[in-house]
T-cell receptor, first 114, second 111 residues
């Protein structure tokens, strides 16, 4: 079946602009995660959704970052007033059962803030 | 707080040689450890997890709680093993079971 998809694949924006990144999880996967990967570094956890609620937002780096999920499906990560340090690959993952199942990753969105 | 360390940024080996990727972790509870791999132009995917105790593509990894390590090994590296490898830790019982990743090791297998 279809895997996790993300759009856009690449996004170039100017400092100060807002951006929206989209994640379509695997159908039926109730758990959804956002991670960020800066150049040369590992993945950093941002936020976790179970259904449409986010019980763990501890990784969001500032109040410029927000995310929502609707219909227990699509999720949108929004970054307001982008800064150059926001440049990274943003990865989305989903899983059916967070306790026992692996997380399946999307291809990522590469964000470049000029 | 939990932490995962991969001390090697790059490992370069010849085809047929053994390869070992180091991973050390710090975590106060009982962790679950994973190795993820990302081949060129492909998405991140699970390679193996310690609770499965299985060998995938010739790779094995043993959790050593005394040394807090989860090193990945393969006795005879192949060119198709060239990729980025990430060690990850999952907090058991934490809400959502988020993953904490190491910085990654790039493996280059030369012919």
């Amino acid at each position: 079946g279809a895997g996790v998809s993300q759009s856009p694949s690449n996004k170039v924006t100017e400092k100060g602009k807002d951006v929206e990144l989209r994640c379509d999880p695997i159908s039926g996967h109730t758990a959804l995660y956002w991670y960020r990967q800066r150049l040369g570094q590992g993945l950093e956890f941002l936020i976790y959704f179970q259904g449409n609620s986010a019980p763990d937002k501890s990784g969001l780096p500032s109040d410029r970052f927000s995310a929502e999920r609707t219909g227990e499906s699509v999720s949108t990560l929004t970054i307001q007033r982008t800064q150059q340090e926001d440049s990274a690959v943003y990865l989305c993952a989903s899983t059916l059962n967070p306790s026992t199942d692996t997380q399946y990753f999307g291809p990522g969105t590469r964000l470049t803030v000029l | 707080a939990q932490r995962v360390t991969q001390p090697e940024k790059l490992l370069s080996v010849f085809k047929g040689a053994p390869v070992e990727l180091k991973c050390n972790y710090s975590y106060s509870g009982s962790p679950e450890l994973f190795w993820y791999v990302q081949y060129s132009r492909q998405r991140l995917q699970l390679l193996l997890r310690h609770i499965s105790r299985e060998s995938i593509k010739g790779f094995t990894a043993d959790l050593n709680k005394g040394e807090t390590s989860f090193h990945l090994k393969k006795p005879f590296a192949q060119e198709e093993d060239s990729a980025m490898y990430y060690c990850a830790l999952k907090e058991i019982k934490a809400a959502g079971n988020k993953l904490t990743f190491g910085g990654g090791t790039r493996v280059l297998v030369k012919p």
